[in-house]
């Protein structure tokens, strides 16, 4: 108990290894093929300069992405939130088992459910399972437990992890790293929504996962990693004034 950490949720652990040693009930396969072929490769590349100029614009970009939780209701065209989970699916994973799955919820109805199985949720988090030092450390960002994005926001994008695959003659395949895979695609998910404009806040809605899991209706082998509101940002939204670290505080030079 004297290691409890409340911000690990309890049913979203990388159970890589567990799941494929100890869940033996059902079939497992393997997911060796040797005799996939090797194609030649060539992605694009630039001259130095031009390389130069890139990662000074993709990090000028990228710098101005913030977290928004003030969304405007705004419709944002579907053929755009297509593109951008595409793009978070092209993300690498352990073996390639591609372990996840991109739930985008528009029906307001739905969204109004989410909002208060997370709200619910929420409201016992910040009484109860954050503790004082937590909730005193997100002070500064002025949440609480009332998320009215998840209504106004003309998409939720909920991520889930796949903890092992499910292929269609009932067999289980072993999803190596799924929860960093998962991770790393959210990432690109950020980097694609700054792309276009769009705005979204990172929430990882605490003891949210199952229920939202079945009022879903996703099967038992996945857990929700993330839930982002996507839309323009509101033409009063605010942030707070952080400042991001410098380079050397953040790289080591060897
Ligand atoms: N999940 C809660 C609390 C929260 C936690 C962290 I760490 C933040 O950086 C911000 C909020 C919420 O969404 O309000």
Redesign the pocket.
């Known amino acids: 108990a004297k290691d409890f950490k409340p911000?690990v949720d309890q049913d979203l652990q990388d159970d890589t290894e567990t799941t494929a040693r100890e869940d033996e009930d059902g079939d497992w396969v393997d997911n060796c093929e040797e005799d996939r072929q090797h194609v030649p490769y060539s992605p694009p590349s630039y001259p130095e300069e031009m390389m130069l100029q890139r990662s000074e614009e993709f990090y000028t970009l990228l710098n101005q992405r913030r977290s928004v939780r003030f969304i405007s209701p705004k419709p944002v065209p579907r053929e755009v939130i297509d593109n951008v989970i595409r793009t978070a699916g092209t993300a690498p994973s352990g073996a390639h088992t591609e372990p996840w799955t991109f739930v985008v919820v528009s029906d307001p109805e739905m969204k109004h459910k989410i909002r208060q199985v997370v709200e619910e949720e929420?409201e016992v988090?910040y009484r109860q399972r954050m503790g004082d030092k937590w909730v005193n450390d997100?002070a500064k960002?002025k949440?609480n437990?009332i998320k009215d994005y998840l209504d106004v926001a003309p998409y939720l994008v909920l991520i889930f992890k796949q903890t092992y695959g499910i292929l269609p003659n009932g067999k289980k395949r072993t999803h190596y790293y799924n929860e960093i895979s998962v991770s790393i695609s959210c990432g690109i998910l950020l980097a694609a929504l700054q792309n276009v404009g769009l705005v979204t806040v990172t929430?990882?809605?605490?003891n949210c996962g199952p229920q939202l899991r079945v009022l879903l209706k996703r099967p038992v082998n996945e857990k929700l990693l993330m839930l982002l509101p996507v839309g323009y940002p509101a033409a009063d939204a605010t942030v707070p004034d952080l400042k991001r670290k410098p380079l050397d505080d953040i790289m080591v030079r060897i």
């Open positions: 911000w929420e988090n997100l960002f949440t437990w929430s990882t809605p605490l």
